[in-house]
């Protein structure tokens, strides 16, 4: 099978080389020259525009062409959708395999030209060795049509799923991450307390034991055991400013409008807002201010 790749940057390399290791023939384009030249040394065939893309894919016997957007969710998606929409047919299939909130993606499998699949992609850059988790929205035929495409990319046939409709594959995806949002504070939680606590404790050792047979035994626990390995118990020089936080609030925003209480991932997310105040947060200091306003009790001064 002939697949476009567009967008070679951390993940869409991995699907460029799960591709290529699979013996499927891929065409690639990045607006970073460097990352285009790169994945043709790899095997892949350079592009050097979007609509050069569209032009050299060729499509199959009884199918059309196979397009896959790995770049930053947003307007990056709706620029290469704009730009590549005249050169698509029905036939064809577009698949957006990055974090796209899940009602742009109903919105643009409603206006492309081609049959759209909105696919969460779980795993991150260091899944390339095994694969990707997928989670699958949009057409059942253009799922189908793309299976062989999806057990190169993903861990293999188990490692993909059509969850329904349009919009479904980037909605689970979403929840996934909210998910993660709340694990990884529930891990961080527990190690600040090991390290803040009663003993002196090498929390690369805790992971190691909880991740042999514990119940909380987990991926993103080996990850904090091979953090802890990497910059030590206290972490080193890591700071405490934490990024990202978009498909967290998505999650949140929708449990909102669906009623459903989700108090650890909100928790989660807050955590990490509150983590970026320049100078310390300002509810906590007027906490200081009023502690000292009922009880008299000495407010810490920067
Ligand atoms: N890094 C991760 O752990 C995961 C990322 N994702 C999602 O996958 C998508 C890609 O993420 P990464 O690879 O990490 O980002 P990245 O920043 O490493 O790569 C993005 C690539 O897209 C290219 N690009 C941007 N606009 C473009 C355009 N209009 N046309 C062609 N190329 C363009 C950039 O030059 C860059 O090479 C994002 O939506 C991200 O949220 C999904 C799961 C995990
Ligand atoms: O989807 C992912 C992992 O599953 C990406 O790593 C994503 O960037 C994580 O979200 P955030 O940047 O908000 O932490």
């Not at 050299?56 to 998606?77: F, N, Q, R, S, Y």
């Not at 188990?158 to 504070?185: C, F, T």
């Not at 967290?248 to 807002?273: D, K, N």
Request: with cysteine; glycine share 12%.
């Amino acid at each position: 099978m002939q697949l476009g790749v567009i967008g070679l940057g951390r993940m869409g390399r991995i699907v460029v080389d799960r591709l290529l290791a699979a013996d499927h023939d891929v065409v690639a384009f990045d607006i970073d020259d460097d990352a285009v030249a790169a994945a043709a040394e790899a095997g892949a065939e350079p592009a050097d525009s979007l609509p050069d893309l569209a032009e050299t894919l060729e499509a199959g016997d009884g199918e059309g062409k196979h397009i896959w957007l790995m770049v930053p969710a947003g307007d990056a998606v709706d620029a290469a959708l704009e730009e590549l929409d005249p050169h698509l047919e029905p036939t064809d299939v577009v698949v957006d395999g990055g974090n796209s909130y899940f009602e742009d993606s109903v919105r643009r499998a409603e206006s492309c030209s081609a049959r759209y699949l909105d696919c969460g992609t779980s795993g991150g850059p260091a899944g390339a060795e095994l694969g990707f988790s997928l989670m699958i929205g949009g057409p059942e035929d253009a799922y189908e049509e793309l299976v062989p495409a999806f057990d190169a990319v993903a861990t293999g046939p188990d490692g993909h799923e059509r969850m329904g409709p349009a919009g479904s594959g980037h909605y689970v995806k979403m929840i996934h991450n909210g998910v993660e949002y709340a694990l990884m504070q529930a891990y961080g939680e527990g190690f600040e307390l090991l390290h803040e606590g009663r003993y002196d404790l090498d929390l690369e050792s805790v992971a190691s034991v909880w991740n042999n047979g514990a119940v909380i035994r987990s991926w993103l626990l080996e990850l904090c055991e091979e953090a802890f390995h990497e910059e030590g118990s206290d972490l080193g020089d890591v700071a405490d400013r934490v990024e990202g936080g978009s498909t967290g609030t998505w999650t949140v925003q929708e449990g909102l409008e669906q009623e459903v209480p989700l108090p650890l991932i909100y928790t989660a997310l807050g955590e990490r807002f509150g983590s970026r105040a320049e100078d310390g947060r300002f509810s906590r200091r007027l906490a200081n201010r009023l502690r000292y306003g009922f009880g008299r009790h000495e407010v810490p001064r920067r």
